[in-house]
C-alpha cells in the first residue's frame, strides 16, 4: 500500500502545482476533473479491486497530461510552443498527446479487467474489443466538448483547443485509437506478465 500513497502523493502534488495560476480556473476545472473523479473512484473501490501497478503508474501519468493541459490549456504548452516554431507546424499538438492518452491509458485499464475478470478469453476478440471501447470513450468525450461548448459560449474555447483546424474532432478521436493499439502492442506482454504476479 505504501507504493500506491506515494503515487496518490505526486498526484496531489501534481493537481497543486498545475492549479497555481492557470490561464484560466474554468478551463483547469474543465480539465482536471476526470483526473479527480477518477482517483476518488480508484481509492473507493480499492479494496474490492486493485490494478497492476503498472497501469496505476500508466493513470497517473495521464493524469499529469491533464493537469499540464488544464494549467496552460492544451493550445499554449510552452514546449510544444516550442516544437511548433521549430518545426514550422501551424498548430501547438500537445492535445493530440493528450488524446493518444486517452487511448493509450483506459487500454490498459479495459484490457486488465477484462482479463482478470475473465470477461473475454479471445485475445483477437479482446483486443478488438478494447480498441472499439476506447474509440467509443473518445466519441463520447468529444461529445461532452460539444455540449460544454454549446452551454458555456466563448469561455470553452481554451476548452476545445480546435485552433482552427476543422477536423480536430476527427483526428483526435483517430489519435485516441491509434493509442489503443500502441498499448495492445507495446505493453500487453508485459501486462500479462504483472497480472500473473498479482495472481501467484
Known amino acids: 500500500m505504501n507504493k500506491h500513497l506515494i503515487l496518490i502523493g505526486l498526484f496531489i502534488i501534481g493537481l497543486i502545482c498545475s492549479g497555481i495560476q492557470p490561464f484560466d480556473y474554468f478551463t483547469w476545472a474543465l480539465e482536471v476533473f476526470p483526473a479527480i473523479l477518477g482517483l476518488v473512484i480508484l481509492i473507493f473501490t480499492f479494496n474490492q479491486f486493485q490494478f497492476t501497478f503498472l ?38 499538438n500537445y492535445d493530440k498527446v493528450g488524446h493518444f492518452a486517452q487511448g493509450f491509458i483506459p487500454a490498459m485499464i479495459i484490457r486488465e479487467l477484462f482479463v482478470r475478470k475473465n470477461i473475454i478469453t479471445n485475445k483477437k476478440w479482446l483486443h478488438f474489443i478494447v480498441v472499439c471501447i476506447c474509440l467509443s470513450f473518445s466519441a463520447v468525450y468529444e461529445f461532452l466538448e460539444w455540449w460544454i461548448a454549446l ?50
Not at 496552460?72 to 510552443?81: G, Q, S
Request: charged share 15%.
Open 151 to 200: 452551454l458555456s459560449g466563448e469561455n470553452a474555447d481554451a476548452f476545445l483547443g480546435t485552433q482552427g483546424y476543422i477536423w480536430d474532432t476527427q483526428s483526435d478521436m483517430f489519435y485516441a485509437t491509434i493509442g489503443a493499439i500502441t498499448m495492445l502492442f507495446l505493453l500487453a506482454k508485459k501486462q500479462d506478465k504483472n497480472i500473473s504476479k498479482l495472481n501467484n
Open 55 to 92: 497501469t496505476y503508474c500508466f493513470i497517473l501519468l495521464h493524469s499529469y497530461i491533464l493537469f499540464i493541459g488544464g494549467h496552460y490549456t492544451y493550445a499554449e504548452v510552452p514546449l510544444f510552443d516550442w516544437i511548433k516554431e521549430a518545426f514550422d507546424l501551424s498548430r501547438n
